[in-house]
Each structure stands twice: as C-alpha cells, then as structure tokens.
C-alpha cells in the first residue's frame, strides 16, 4: 500500500502548520473559562498566523471537544481533529462559551488579522482594536504601525496605540496621544479622555489642558452624531407612520370611510410577507434573501383584493353613511384578527431580515444608520410618489377624485361609479398591505399588528387634513420628528402624552387640518 | 316616514284666516332696536377684499343698503355674491376694508351668532332647514327669544308666540304640512320654510341668497309681493338671477362682476348700460 | 299597532337580563371540574393562549392515568379575553357557577390582581404560573411561577461575574407597568449593596406597545461607552421584537453589551430571527433545552399533543418556564388532591405544603411548607441561532422564594406565610 | 332623516304601555337585588355572579345613554368616552383605596418608597369629597376640551379622533406609575366601602340599586331633554349648524352643555362600576373600549335613548355568553353581528322594533 502511506504523509505534511503549534487547541479545549481566558489575551498580544483558522472556528462556533477533551472542528457536521487526526471518541460536543470569550476571540481575532494581506481586513481589525486592545497588546501595536505600509491602516493603528499610551509613563507620549484622540469623535475617547482630567490620575498640567481641549474637540464631534441620529431616526419613524396611514388616506381620506379595519390590512400585508418567506424557505432557499421584494406584490394584489371584496360585500351599501362604516368595519377588523389568530396562532410569527436588510452602515464614530430604516425611507417615499401619479396622473386617479368629490355628477358624465369605488378601495387596501410588508422588516408580525397602529394612522391622516395626500405626508414627518425631539428629553411615555397634547392644541388652530381646503364651503 | 302627531303641547287653537297675511311680519319697527341709523344707512361695505389661496373674490367691494330698502344684487357666476353676503354674516373675514351695520356695528369684528341676534337674518342659496324637525319646530327654533342654553331648556311656547308661528304658516302656506318633517318637503317648500324662518326671526336686514330657485311661476309672484310688502319696514338684500322676478320687485339694482361693483341704479339704467351689456353678453 | 315597540324592546332587554343568570354548562357525572382562566382573544392571547393548551394536555394525561382520586379532571375553559374587569367576572363564574375545584390561570398581575379578592372572598384555589413582582402572598393562591429573588437578582449576580462580561454599569429597561418597576426598584437596592453608584445605573421605562426604540438603543450605546454595561431588560413581550431589531441592526452586539431579559423565553422568540441575537441572555427557572430525561418526555408529548391537536405552528411547539410551571402546577394539586383524600380548598392547601414534584428542570422542586412559593432553580440562558437557549449557568440547587424582597423597605415586617389580604 | 325615535316611539306607544313596559323592567330590576338578599339555597335566590354581572352592564348601558345624548343628538361622534368612565371610576376606586389600606398609604405607592400622598389625594378618604371628584374629575375635563374643541369649531371625524387621542393619553399618563394611580394594576382589593364590608350581599343589593336608580334618573333626564326645546335645538345643530347660527343660536354652550352632562353621567357610571367589578384600571380607558361604547349606540339605534340601553345588553349580554361558550369563536360572532346590524338594520335594533311594529 505505497500510495496510502505516501497519501497519508501528505496528510500529515498538510497539517503541519496546525501540528507546529499542537497543543493551543488542545489547551483550549481542556482549560476552564477563566484559563481560556488567559489563553485568547495572551494569543491576542502575540499573534500567530497559524493560529486563525482555530481562532475562525471559534468565533464561528464550531469548536467540540469529545470526552477525552480531543479539540475538533465540525464542519458540515463532520468533525475534523484539529491537531493530528484522532478520531472522536463518543459524539464530541461543542464548547460552551460565554459572552466574555466570545469578546476575547475577537479581539484575539483582530490582532491576528493585523497580519493579513489584504488591506481591507487590516483595517477593520485596526479598528476593533481601537475598542478592545488590553495593554499586553502595545508592544504588538507599536511595532504594527512601525512597520504598516497603508496610511488609513497606520491612522487606525496609532489610534488605537494612542489609547493604550493614555497610561503611559513618559507625559511627552502621554500629551501625543491625547492630541490624537481629539481628532476623533468615537464615545470611548470621551470617558477615557475625561479620566484625564482630574489631577490624580493625570499628574502633568500640560496633559490636562490638551486632555480639556481634546475633550471638547470629541464632544463637538459626539453632538453633531447625536443630532444627526435624532433626525434620522426621527425620519425613520416618520417614514413608519406614512407607510401606516398611507392606505387610510385613500380609503379613509378620499371614500371617506373611517376605516377601521385599515390596522388588519397592515397585519395581512405582513403576513403575506411571512408566506412568501415561507415559500422561498421551501421552493427557493438559495433566493431566500429576496423574499421581500417579492413580497410587495403579493401583499399589494392579496390586501388589495381582500379590501376589494370587503367594498363589494359591505362597505358599497354604505357610502354616505360614514360613521356607520364605523361599525362594519370594526367588525370586520374583530373577524380578520380572529381568522389569523386561528389560521396562524396567537403568537408572533418570524420575519426575518434579509442580509440586505440587516445591520447598518458606520457614518460616524456614534452613528449607525440600519439598512431596513434606510430602505424604509426610500420606500416610504417610492410609495407616495405612485400614490400620486397614480391618483393625479391616470386615468383611475382621474375619476377616484370626481367619485369622492361629486358622487352624483361623476355618474351623470358616465365614470362607472361602483367600479372606481372598488378599485379605490383595493387601491387604499394595497397601499397599506405595501406598508405591511415595510412594517414587518422592523417589529412585530401578529394578529395585533394593526391595533398598534391605527391610532396614529388616524391621528396622520386628520392632522395632515382629510384627503390631503401632502398633508398626511408631512403629518407624518412632523410627527416622527416631533417625537424623536422629545423622547431624548423626557422619556418615551411622557413624550407620547405631550405629542398628543400638542395635536389637540393644534387642532384648535387649524380644525381642518393642515392642509385644508379654503373658500366657500356650503353646508 | 309617516306624518306623526304632534305632542300635545305643540297643539294650537285655531287659527284666525282674517289675519292680515301680507303684513306678516307685524309690527316691529327697526328704530326701536336700538340699532343706530341715523343716516339712513342700514349697511355699509366699504373697500371689502377677500382672496381665497390668491383668488380674489372681491376687490374693493363698495355697497350701501339704505334703512327700508329693497336692494337686488345681480351678477355673472362667480362675481363673488355669495362671498359677499358670507362677509356681511361673519362667515367670511375679510382680508380689509370697513363693514358695518347701522352705525355703530362693525361686523367684522363680530362673530355669526352676534351678528344673527344683532338683526341679520339670511337664506341660504341651497334651501337650508332642520330636516329632522317638524315644519312647526323649525320655526320655533328660529323665533326671536332669548337663545341661551338655559332659555331653551326651560322655554315654553307662549300664547302670543304661538299666534306668531301660525301666522307665519299662513303666509308661508305651509300650515297643512306643520307637523311634516322638514326633509320630506318639496324644494319649492323648503324655500318658502326658510323664507318663513327669516319672518319669525324678525330680523331688520334680509339677505336672501335666490329665493326663487325652483319655485313655479305663481309662487314666483307670491314671493315678489311678499319681499314687497317687507320693503319699508325692513331692509332686504336679494341675490337672484331670475330678471323677471327683479324687474318686479325692485327699485335699486347692483351689478357685481369681478368683485366688485359694476353698475348701480333702476333696472333699466344698468340694462342699459355698456359694461354690463359686455359681461352679460361677452362682447 | 301601535303600542308594540316598547313592548318588544323590554321583552328582549330581559331576556337579554335573564341570559346572565343561566350560564351553558353541562353537568357530567363523577367528575372534578378544573377552571382554565387564559385569555384567548386580546393582547394577551399571544402569551396565554398556549398555557391553556399546556393545561389541557395535562389534564388528558393525569385523566390517562385514572384522574385524581379515581375520578377524570374536567377543564372549563373560558376567555376573559384580556380585560381586567372580565377576569373577576369570569372567575366569579368558575367559582358559583361551574363550581370548579381549582384554577389554572392569569398571566399579567393586573389580572392576578383583578381575581384575587373574588378567590379570597369565597374561598377558591388559584394556581398562578408566571414570574412575577412578588409583593403578594395570598392563602388562595399558589405561585409556581418566579419571585424576584429567583429570576433577577441571580441574574445580576452572573452579570457581574467575569464569566458574566463583569458589568460595571446597568441599563435597567422595561416596559412601563409594575412588574418591571417592581423588580428594578429592588435591582437597584442591591446593586446599591455590591457598591454600584447610581450614576452607573440608568432606569428607562417606554409605554405599552412602544415599538421605536431606535432612541433608546442610541442612549444604551451612549451609556455604554462609560465602561462596561449589560441591559436587563423586563420589556414586555410584543415590544422585544421591536427592540432587538434595532440593536442587532445598530450593531450593538452581545459581547459589547449583553442583554439579559426576564420576559423573553422560547415562545417570543419563535417571532424572532435570532441569528443577530446570539449571546444575549435570558433567566429563567426552566429551559426547553435543559437536557434531562423527564425533560425530553415532556418536550415530546408537547410536541406529539400540538400535533394531534393541530395547534397553530404545531410543527414548531416550543415549551417555556410558565407552560413548565402550569404543568408542576396542575400535578402537584392533584398530589395534594390524592394526598387530602378530597378536593376541598382547606385541606388542598394543607396538603399542598411540602408537595414535592420531579421537574422538567431536572430538579425535584417543593412547594414551600408557607409561602406558597415552589423552591426553584435559578437557570441562565444564552440564546442560540435556532431559536433555543443554551444554559451557561444555574444554582447548583433550588432556591426558595421570597415574596416579600428584603430590599424593599417595610417588608421585613411582612410574615413569611399567607394571609389573607383584607 | 332620523326623527328623534324616543320621541316617536313614546307618541306611538302611548304613555300608558311606556309605563307599563317600564314598570316591567323596573320590578325586575328592583326585584334582583331584593332576591340576592335571600338565603343562598332559597329557590329565588339571584347569585352575587348574575348581580355583578347585571350591575356592570346597567352601568355600560348609562355610558351608552350618555354616549347617545352627545352622538345621536348633538351629532358629536365621541370616541373618548371610556376616559370618563375611567375618571368617574378612578375617583371612587381612591376612595374605596383609602378605606382598604386604613391610616396607611395604599399598598402600591408603600412599595414605590412614597412616604405622603400625592397632593390630588387629598382628601379622598371622605366620601363625600370622592364623590365631588366624580363628578368633577370629568366635568371640567369635558369642559375645557369641549370649550377649546367647541370654539374653534372642531367637529365630525375631527371632533372623534381628537377625543380618541385625549383618552389615548389619559391612558399612557394612568399607565405610568409616577402619575400615583397604581400604574398598570390600577386599584383592586377593595374591602369596605362607608364602613360596609363590600362583598356583603347587603352592599351589593343597595350598589345595584343605585345604578338602577341611576340609570332611571339618566333615562328621565334624557327624555326630558330630548322634548325639550334644547333636544330641538341638538337636532338642529346636528343637522344643519350654520343655519342654527344664522337663527341667532351660540351652538358652543349647547354643545358644551350636553357634553359636559354626558361627561358627568358616564363618570357617575364608572363611579358605580368600580365596587361591583372590583378593579379599575387604565385599560378601560383604552380607545377600543370607547369605541366599543359607540358601538353599542350605533347598534340599538343612535338618537333613540332606549336604543342605545338595548344594544350596550345586547353586546355586553352575548360578550358575557359567547366567552363561555365558544371562547374561539365568540369574536367571529360579534364582528358578524356588527355587520349584519349595519347592513340591513341602519336604525339599529330600536329600528328593527319599530319597523316590525308597523
């Protein structure tokens, strides 16, 4: 058997990078989390690039161990001994780690990729660093930026030395780095920058005073991140609450049926989402992450339709009895929450984010801006801007509007009345099943969706001005903005009840709403 | 919706015919409402401009309404007559410009209540009545009282106000339907409810916004020798677009156009005259 | 023709009176009836509706085995449909009406609450099966849910632990009611007693529903960056999805800041993608995971039950501490049943105290001899892609419970049994 | 148009057959409680269960009456009514607070760590004074809502979605537990109420007794109101206000008059409630319960007094029914009855009566 002698030490040959540093995982895998502890800090201050693909497995989670504390790695569900090729004895079982390894690892990880060739991956590495680099790694710092070639790298690196030399014995160094840190905006320069100022920590003058001015320098940068976080998020919300009410500004605002029932065609939109997560779960896994486009037709054509039935069934023999679709529709959104509690269960169902929807992009030190906001905004806007050309610029946004401003003489100049009422309807319905689908990529998907919203849904569409598509738009801003005002200053709850304090005042001085029509109004 | 009987206490003693049904107003006299007319005007309009969202209904609106007067206001669509009367019962503000009553009242500092009980009474262009009341409550609620909360809740028809609603129903030729709900009535009747309601408001200025829409030819002419005979005694303001019923009731005409006032004088005299000729003709 | 319509109308508002005082049950022979009080419908039934179930299978199995002193467990189930009024009505109901022996029920306190003067008035049995504020010691009810000392402060002890992250400051979040009041007013005395400052420690409450927290989880980052913190947070159940969004999406990860939650367990998160929420922490005195044989009995009748039954989401049945504690709950009555020889509420209770049950947990849990409180252990989970907790740490026994928190003041004056409260 | 069916139905029915159907109702309602008193095994014995459940939905069926004065006459559509209630209600529940917790502070605010009571506790342990706040807790709030709402000329779905918003934050600030009302768990345990212990079959008699009285003074108030030349002038209002304003009629103190009654009612209802149920709670002051309330209204038939009596029985009666006997279903049930009711009975079940009658 020359050929499996010769495979076998090819084999051996191969892992002899793994070999050459036999006994980390070992050790790993034998000590206990405190040991592991002293382990990962002390790899993290002396890296080894042999050391990554452990290190890669671990922070994946795939590290096991079998009951003679032999380290494997598993991978798609087969388990490799990481050192040598010692088969498993009994089924191995992955190592428990806790929140504080699961750090260590990844600074551990970072300071190992500081060696890696691409530039990219340096960087970020340099970064976490700035986080999370313990003072057993400065000597490992220092010689980093020495010897770093990428200015952008070397900045991050200095950075992160500079942290580490706050402490430094000589206060030449000392000052050097609080300079640097002023130029900075990141919230952990802050505390550390203000330790410095009280004279028992900081016993040299002159790093005091540059420690003030960097301070300053940090907290004007800290504001305006903050500032900038306070109006995104309050577009956000904004965006939100124009998505929820958008529907009821057809159905409620041009029909005028006070729409109760609006709330369950939010619900029905999100569901629909979930279906079609499920279907692409199921039929198309590997196009998983587009599931949310698809979904807005679905939704758009599955709530519209609903809402088109709903008009033809009941709410058709109700027009010009507009409290009275109070109650019908109240009914109807009793039954649709019940008919998805049985069908689906009381409890939430998962919608997932889809990677393009997860995380957030890192504009400023303290401001991450998460995709789904993002998208939501733009969404929120694409929706409106079709709302409008559709309402304003065909041929069924033409007789939606002499529908609900003059019944009887859209019917005399032959526009199909019935029909344009339903199609208004299913519009209305769609729109909001659009916005179910948005509301389902940030918060709950539940029977009791729609309840949530149909509070703030009214309260859009009325202080925005009854058929007014502009002023529900920016009743909807006004309101997101208004709130994220408040709430940094007095607590959400508070901030809730002053918000609809202020409408109330604010009813009084435009009772139409802000965009009301003026001139001669015969009643 | 069947007639229903009247609760006992809306029932009347029988109505006197020999009445006089052309003076059905009776016997208020506009001086003793403590109403300063001394120069003989009982409304002025001076430089009104109203614009609504940069269109201008009116611009430098002049009018005067003399103490007595029967005043027609003619004028194309949208000359702004409709705004006008709004201005004059505070429904609209103006933008600028004086409008008082008598001379003493300005009515743009005045809100619609107080200027109703300050004596301007007003039909609506489209007839306007409580359509769930009954033809005799309507002009219950519209007779002149005391209108608080705590009046009405303690009010009792009495003798004499019961004569005056009957009187009316005469006039108004409306006394088999009193116990009709007003929405059941005709157009033609709902104009002669809402023109009785004025009548038992009693008020010393009428502003009568197409009385004569949708009436027929002889109720056309009962209701221009009705607005005669109120002539006099009250003022009267007619919006109307019906050149034979002003031709026969009255003395002064005002043309409106634009927003403002055109032409002013006899019906002939504004027949006559060039300007108007071209807006009623588009020449 | 004229006189019928008031006629009619009294007729049917006393029939209307009338239907009140005839409530539908049937009457089966030889049976021990056992109230179930869950809300089905409202915004409740998202947490209560699988109790109910959970209480049912139960009964079938206990009913399998013979019944409770040789005759079958009869539920009557009924929906005081998430309001507070109709709880105290419907448990009016099951105690004169249906003449029901026992109650399992309640989830919120405010529910709780809302019964309890009805139990204490005619003498009734209630089984309570949630964590809750404490504060409370009833001799009608028994609480096999959680105290304070039995969830929160392990939790904190662990967070302060190294193996913990060693939390130096406190982001205390919870939804605006008084359990989370409650048990941070005690959180915060004893982090007082490890020598936390208050600066270190930040209480923030949002309203019912809230469901933008995207200002709150910006403060939380702000609040981080002055040393080492951990969120416990008691919002309450619809909001977490909301809230765990945002900071996965804002990039808050657990190994920055941990997140220990004493409301959220195995059934909120079917609702949620967990995947960004791996490493977050939740405390609880029972996890579907814990791997023990009665535990691996019990999470497979549960699932064969939601089958059979076809439940909604059957084919992802999860359990959780409270359907663990229903499921204690009911079998140690009817050990106490068996033990009294009879069903009646006095000597139910007397031979209640002591009751020992082997668990799912994997503990042998006792119902305290006079608090009315089981000894629990005390169980922290981390939370893992699939949707389960695995178990990084737990009491190496049973605690026992206290009602009254020493770190309340004017409780040490409270007895340490029940008494009724009026 | 809808004429005022009260009115119509009493012409029709004649006073003697009102009486008569009234004095049914009346003696049943006079003969419950009287029953309670009976020893627990007698045959006529009335349960506690069957009386507090009674009891409750006579007080439903005042906020109903209420609720009608203000929608089915003045036309003002409100969906913040539950507020009210829940005012009337809480002013009592701290009355009924103070008595269970004796000298001390209630239980809540002693583990809050409060040492005194909030100011607006004062005096809430005399009955007297509670009472004033059952009254004057809604009263001036409708007062300045409706005096500023009312100026400015606030009305249809404007006017509803306004007062949805005032109850919505009434309960986000009852929420709370710095407001002093006992948060979410709002009031419970209550034991004595003027010295009487509350479960006593002797207190819950006279409690029931007076929501019957209640409810029969509102009924007379309403009627009297309703053929008055008031009642005319809310029907006018509500059909055409310009011209009641160019009659010379200030439509805001009719407005706010009928409001602030309506207010006042409700909370005297809730102030009634609170002992029977035993709890009250910011929930009840949730917008769903308000626009359960005007459910209620809508589908005994709005304008018509007793219609609105039938439809808070009808839909509180079946809620009580349906939650027992199907607790899945119950609310398919419900939304059906609504729809039904909308469709072919647009007067509501009071309709439905009357058209049957001729």
Redesign the interface.
């Known amino acids: 058997m020359p050929t499996a002698v010769c495979r076998f030490f090819l084999f051996l040959i191969l892992l002899l990078p793994l070999a050459s540093h036999a006994g980390d995982a070992a050790d790993f895998a034998a000590a206990s989390p405190a040991k592991q502890a002293k382990l990962l800090e002390s790899w993290a201050a002396a890296p080894d690039a042999a050391r990554l693909p452990l290190l890669e497995a671990l922070q994946q989670g795939r590290v096991a161990a079998d009951s003679d504390k032999t380290p494997f790695i598993e991978n798609a569900g087969r388990y490799q001994a990481v050192e040598g090729a010692a088969e498993p004895v009994g089924s191995p079982r992955k190592l428990r780690l806790n929140n504080r390894l699961r750090g260590l690892i990844a600074s551990a990880m970072a300071s190992h990729q500081l060696l890696a060739d691409d530039p990219a991956v340096r960087l970020a590495a340099a970064r976490h660093l700035q986080k999370s680099a313990k003072p057993a790694q400065l000597g490992l710092l220092d010689a980093r930026v020495a010897s770093e070639e990428n200015q952008q790298v070397r900045d991050a690196l200095s950075l992160a030395l500079a942290n580490l030399q706050l402490v430094d014995s000589n206060p030449a160094v000392r000052l050097a780095a609080v300079r640097l840190l002023g130029e900075t905006g990141d919230p952990l320069a802050r505390t550390r920058l203000e330790t410095l100022l009280d004279p028992a920590v900081e016993n040299d003058a002159g790093v005091r005073t540059a420690a003030e001015t960097s301070l300053a320098q940090v907290k004007r940068k800290l504001l305006i991140g903050e500032l900038l976080g306070q109006a995104f998020s309050g577009l956000s919300l904004g965006s939100i609450l124009l998505l929820a009410a958008l529907g009821l500004a057809i159905t409620f605002g041009l029909l005028g049926v006070i729409n109760m029932a609006h709330g369950e065609m939010l619900m029905l939109g999100a569901y629909s989402t979930y279906m079609v997560q499920i279907a692409f779960q199921k039929l198309a896994p590997d196009y998983l992450a587009l599931y949310p486009l698809a979904a807005l037709p679905v939704a758009f054509f599955v709530t519209a339709g609903v809402g088109m039935a709903l008009e033809r069934t009941v709410i058709r023999h109700l027009y010009g009895r507009p409290l009275e679709t109070l109650l019908a529709t109240w009914g109807i959104s009793l039954i649709l929450i019940q008919l998805v509690r049985v069908l689906f269960g009381a409890q939430n169902v998962e919608v997932a984010n889809p990677y393009w929807l997860s995380g957030g992009i890192q504009v400023l030190p303290n401001l991450v801006l998460p995709y789904n906001r993002i998208v939501i905004i733009g969404f929120a806007l694409f929706v409106v801007v079709l709302t409008w050309l559709l309402l304003n610029k065909t041929r069924l946004g033409l007789n939606v509007r002499a529908v609900t401003q003059n019944r009887n003489m859209a019917a005399c100049c032959g526009v199909p009345t019935g029909r344009v009422d339903m199609l208004a309807f299913g519009l209305g319905s769609g729109i909001a099943g659009l916005g179910g689908v948005a509301l389902s990529q940030i918060g709950n998907v539940g029977p009791d969706l729609g309840q949530s919203y149909i509070i703030d849904s009214f309260l859009v569409v009325v202080l925005g001005g009854v058929g007014q598509l502009a002023g529900s738009v920016l009743a909807a801003f006004g309101l997101g903005i208004a709130n994220k005002i408040l709430e940094p200053q007095i607590g959400a709850v508070l901030g809730k009840i002053l918000i609809l304090a202020l409408i109330i005042l604010f009813i009084q001085k435009r009772p139409q709403g802000l965009f009301a029509l003026k001139g001669r109004v015969i009643d | 919706m069947r007639a229903t009987p009247l609760p006992e206490f809306m029932l009347e003693p029988a109505f006197d015919p020999a009445g006089s049904s052309r003076d059905a107003i009776g016997a208020s006299a506009v001086a003793a409402q403590g109403l300063n007319i001394r120069h003989g005007t009982i409304l002025t309009l001076e430089e009104i401009n109203v614009s609504f969202d940069g269109f201008k209904a009116l611009t430098d609106l002049c009018l005067y309404i003399g103490v007595g007067e029967l005043r027609c206001i003619i004028g194309p669509n949208g000359a702004g007559k409709t705004t006008m009367m709004d201005v004059i019962t505070g429904k609209t503000r103006p933008d600028s410009g004086v409008a008082y009553f008598g001379e003493t009242l300005d009515l743009t500092r005045m809100s619609e209540v107080e200027i109703a009980q300050a004596g301007i009474g007003r039909k609506f262009q489209k007839p306007t009545v409580f359509e769930a009341l009954s033809v005799f409550e309507n002009l219950e609620l519209a007779q002149k009282t005391s209108k608080t909360v705590w009046a009405s809740l303690r009010a009792k028809l009495s003798g004499e106000q019961k004569d005056r609603i009957d009187e009316v129903l005469q006039t108004i030729k409306l006394d088999a339907s009193r116990q009709r709900p007003a929405g059941l009535l005709s157009h033609g009747q709902k104009q002669f409810l809402e023109i009785g309601m004025l009548l038992v408001q009693d008020p010393q200025l009428l502003l009568l916004d197409e009385p004569v829409a949708g009436m027929t030819d002889a109720e056309t002419e009962f209701t221009a020798e009705l607005f005669k005979s109120l002539a006099r005694k009250h003022s009267l303001m007619v919006v109307e677009h019906d050149m034979g019923f002003v031709g026969s009731i009255a003395d002064h005409v005002t043309v409106l156009h634009q927003g403002s006032v055109l032409a002013e004088g006899s019906l002939a005299q504004v027949q006559a005259n060039e300007r108007v000729i071209e807006v009623y003709l588009g020449r | ?10 007729l ?3 029939a ?2 009338l ?3 005839f ?2 049950t049937v009457q089966a022979a030889e049976t021990i009836k056992v109230g179930i009080l869950h809300s ?2 409202g ?1 409740m ?2 947490s209560e ?2 109790l109910k179930d959970m209480a049912l299978m139960t009964i079938d199995e206990i009913n399998a085995k013979g019944g409770v002193l040789g005759k079958q467990l009869e539920p009557v ?5 998430s ?4 709880f ?3 448990a ?2 099951l105690l ?2 249906d003449k029901v022996d026992v109650t399992f029920g309640c989830w ?3 529910s709780r ?2 019964v ?3 139990y204490e ?1 005619l003498n009734g049995l209630l089984f309570y099966p949630v964590q809750y504020e404490g ?1 409370e010691l009833s001799p009608n009810v028994f609480y096999t849910g959680a105290a304070p000392n039995q969830q929160a402060i392990p939790a904190v002890e662990y967070l302060m632990s ?5 939390a130096k400051r406190y982001f205390l979040l919870g939804t ?3 359990y989370p ?2 048990t941070n ?1 005690i959180l915060r005395a004893f982090l007082h007693s490890k020598g936390v400052a208050d600066k270190d420690i930040e209480e ?9 927290y ?3 989880v ?2 939380i ?2 609040f981080s ?3 080492k913190t951990a969120v416990i947070s008691t919002v309450n159940g ?1 909001s977490n ?2 809230f765990y ?2 900071l ?4 808050l990860e ?3 800041v ?1 997140v220990v939650a004493f409301s959220v367990g195995e ?2 998160l ?4 967990t ?2 929420l791996v ?1 977050h922490l939740a405390a609880w005195n029972y996890f579907q995971s814990v791997e023990n044989p009665v535990n691996s009995a019990f999470v497979a009748k549960w699932k064969a039950y939601a089958k059979a039954k076809s ?3 059957a084919d992802k049945a999860v359990t959780n501490d409270p359907m663990e504690a229903t499921y204690v709950g009911i079998n140690m009555w009817a050990q106490a049943v068996e033990k009294a020889g009879s069903t009646e509420v006095d000597k139910v209770r007397d031979a209640l105290a002591g009751q020992t049950f082997a668990a799912p947990s994997g503990y042998t849990l006792t119902m305290d001899k006079t608090n009315h409180h089981l000894h629990k252990p005390v169980m922290i989970g ?1 939370i893992q892609d699939d ?1 389960q907790f ?1 178990v ?1 740490w737990e009491t190496s026994s049973p605690i026992r419970a206290q009602p009254w928190s020493p770190y ?3 409780n040490d004056k409270k007895p340490d049994y029940a008494v009724k ?2 | 148009m809808s004429l005022p069916i009260s009115i119509t139905v009493a012409q029709k029915a004649g006073p003697k057959l009102t009486a008569t159907a009234l004095g049914v109702v009346l003696t049943v309602l006079v003969a419950l409680p009287l029953l309670h008193l009976l020893p627990a095994d007698s045959a006529m014995y009335v349960s506690a269960y069957t009386l507090t459940l009674i009891g409750k939905i006579l007080c439903y069926c005042i906020v109903a009456l209420a609720l009608d004065l203000v929608w089915g006459y003045a036309g003002l559509l409100s969906l913040g009514h539950g507020l009210f209630f829940a005012l009337g209600g809480y002013a009592m529940g701290m009355y009924l607070i103070r008595q269970s917790a004796g000298d001390g502070l209630p239980a809540f605010m002693s583990f809050l760590a409060w040492t005194e009571l909030p100011w607006y506790w004062y005096g809430t342990s005399s009955f007297l004074w509670a009472m004033c706040l059952v009254v004057l807790a809604p009263g001036l709030l409708a007062l300045v809502f409706g005096f500023f709402a009312f100026r400015s000329r606030i009305k249809g779905v404007y006017f509803s979605i306004m007062t949805q918003a005032l109850t919505f934050a009434g309960m986000l600030l009852f929420f709370r537990n710095e407001t002093g009302f006992g948060g979410n768990n709002g009031f419970t345990g209550f034991t004595r109420i003027l010295g009487f212990d509350i479960t006593a079959a002797g207190t819950r008699a006279v409690l029931f007794l007076a929501t019957v009285a209640l409810l029969v003074g509102s009924l007379y108030l309403g009627f009297k109101l309703a053929r008055s030349k008031f009642g005319r002038v809310l029907t006018a209002l509500r059909d055409a206000e310009n011209r009641l304003m160019f009659c010379g009629y200030d439509p805001r103190g009719y407005k706010l008059f009928i409001w602030v009654l309506s207010a006042v009612l409700c909370g005297l209802a809730g102030a009634l409630y609170v002992p029977q149920v035993g709890i009250i709670n910011p929930s009840e002051m949730s917008p769903t319960n308000s626009i359960e309330a005007a459910v209620w209204v809508a589908l005994g038939g709005r304008g018509s007094l007793i219609g609105p009596l039938l439809g808070a029985g009808l839909v509180n009666g079946m809620k009580s029914w349906f939650t027992v006997a199907f607790p899945e279903y119950w609310l398919f049930a419900l939304g059906f009855l609504f729809i039904v009711v909308t469709l072919f009975l647009p007067k509501g079940v009071i309709g439905l009566l009357r058209r049957k009658s001729s």
């Open positions: 023709m004229k006189r019928r319509p008031l006629l009619k109308s009294t049917a508002a006393s209307l009176l239907s009140g005082l409530p539908f089905l419908s915004t039934a998202i509706t699988s189930v009924v929906d005081p449909a309001n507070w009024p109709l105290a009505e419907r009016r109901q004169t009406q919120t306190s405010v609450k809302s309890l003067p009805v008035e504060e190294e193996d913990g992250g060693a605006d009611y008084v009041r409650t007013k923030v409450y949002t309203p019912f529903g809230h469901s933008d995207q200002t709150i910006a403060n980052k702000k960056a002055g040393g619809d999805v909301p969004k945002e996965a999406n804002q990039g657990a190994t920055d941990p059934e909120e079917r609702g949620i993608d995947k960004p490493g439940l909604p989401g981390e949707g695995s990084v309340i003041e004017g409260s009026n």
